[in-house]
């Protein structure tokens, strides 16, 4: 591959706004260089403006190449089509999505990528960006059950655009050059969310090779079986919301894959201030007169001078680069690309979007949505550091330490602080953290011992599993055929055997599930409970996913696999005498139970409150946890399915 080829297959985004130069005034620095120029012999100055009208014509053509990306994923299969698809439309009401965007922006997130030369990579081709933002709302870790804001909101959260404005380390303002490895606590942001509220759209035949919309022409490169190359320019791409074609049937057809990469050269700004120098020099040149020629001169301007420093500079680049065969080897394609972005980032420029588009199908001609009004949204918002994927005992807040990974020595992964300190210096292939302690590197477990600096390798274990309180870890090894976990003081005494395969702690106990049909309970100083006749016991609300807070209560099951209400002192609120007790979605103090039917078939469904009180008489054929779309409760009585709001419900039928 060419090096000068390389240059485009970088993405779009650094560039946008690198090189957007406009004519600008005389500065002193522009006025220093004509004063230097203007102190030279007239013999002198000439001979300087012939070398540098030599180099201007270099850079010029260096400048006019322009060249693409035609990386496309996809199965590469296509398939039937035997019905249309649904005509594009969008349904956008702003009131609604402003409100959602609000709630997004206050429930958003970051999280850290852990890197040595993070704050040098101003462009990165495939890897992570320094910050990855992420609002969930409310959503479970389970995710089976979508929020409704959420739902409605994902289609518009690849287009949340955050602006980092400052940055807060240990409460105050740090640089961005500052941050390394340091964790910082919070981002000043600026939010904005742009959507299309109406559209047209333009369409492409299979024979076209130049489609005009507006002031846009759009050059079709190819259009052959059921995938298009398009040239798009920047500015209309910017504006597309959507594509669709028809078939050879006419029959209407979704995108089934689509790629999009920015044609990339030297930005039209530097090649005009390129130009216009070069016209300034040769009219000094053909000048007999000195004082004439010298008055051109003030004709310079700051963006032409740095037009030509900046192209002078990049060129040297390229051309030292290109002899450099060990390196550009060593790099490969994407460091390659990346190093070549960032050092071109004063000069190149994106005026056309490159875009591969496919259909299930072959193409007879392509419909192009383009939004004709948007409205966009903006927020200021402090987004909070969140390691919301994760358990919160992952971290210790105050003393963290972090898994980092080091470009300098080969992408190895170590262990620093929060101040950024390395603890452990990068030499694990693979470092997977645990907990604060505790990680698996190299198929191996560790735990790290911070005073030291070490990692103390613990091949007695299989893995680590949760710290129950200072000093007292639930680890997992091999008993027989199986992993069993047990609780060890300081990773040697062991206090639990390792007969269990869970432990939670709830409060003041903590079940140790010694098989799937038995749990014994135990205090905080590991001393085991009366069991009070439960065999089997876990939070009421553990199967089931919901964005509201539940009281602490707990279903138990007894020998008979009769189930109880109990609280979280383990007092018993209900006798052993329901099939099950379930909570509600949308309910945090009553819950659904039921009791065999006489004959043993079925179940009568009945509510209970917190209190273990049953609030209705068990004469329900049914009961559903999740209300309807309207919030009513869906029911069952004699046969009959019914639908009331859930207050109404109770006082109707009070027991």
Known sequence: MRLKQILI??????????????QTPQTAEAKKYIASLKAMKYEELKNQLRKDTTLLNKLIKTATFSLQLTSHFSSGEKSKVDQSATEFEINNDETTIKMLFNDYCEKLLFEQNFSDNANEERFNLYGQSLFKYESRFSLTDDNHVLEKKDSLFKPFKDNVAINEKAYFFRGKKIAKADIGLKRIDSIQAEISLKFPTSFEHFSIDKSTKTETYKAFSVEVESLGGNTAQLKIPINLYAEIIGYQAFNNQNLRMNTSALSATPMLGIDKNISESLNELLAIFSEVLKEDDEKSAKEKLDQIRQNQVDAKENMAEFDAYLNKLSKDKAKVEALGDVGLYNEIANAGKKVIGVQTQFVMVEFPDDIKSIDVFVATKSVSLQNKAMVKYGNHYLDPKFFNEDKPNIVFYSHKTDRKFGVSNRDGEIIIEPKFDELRQLSNEYFTGDEKLYWLNVSTKKMVPLPQF?????????????????????EKSGLVLNREKTILPFEYYRFEKHGQFIIASKTHNLDELYDLNFKKIPNKGIQKIHLVDEFIASDIKYPTLFEAEDVSKKKALVDKNLNLLTPFKYEFINPFYGVNNYFMAGIRTADGSNYWYGIIDEKGKEVTPFIFCNISEEFDKNGKLKFCLKDKREAMDFKAFLQKYKK
Do not use: W
Request: aromatic share 14%; proline share 3%.
């Open 9 to 22: 297959l970088l993405l779009v985004c650094t560039f946008l706004y690198a090189c957007g130069q406009t």
């Open 462 to 482: 299989v893995t680590f599993v949760q710290t129950l309180k200072p000093g007292y870890d639930v680890f997992e090894k091999t008993v027989g055929s199986e």
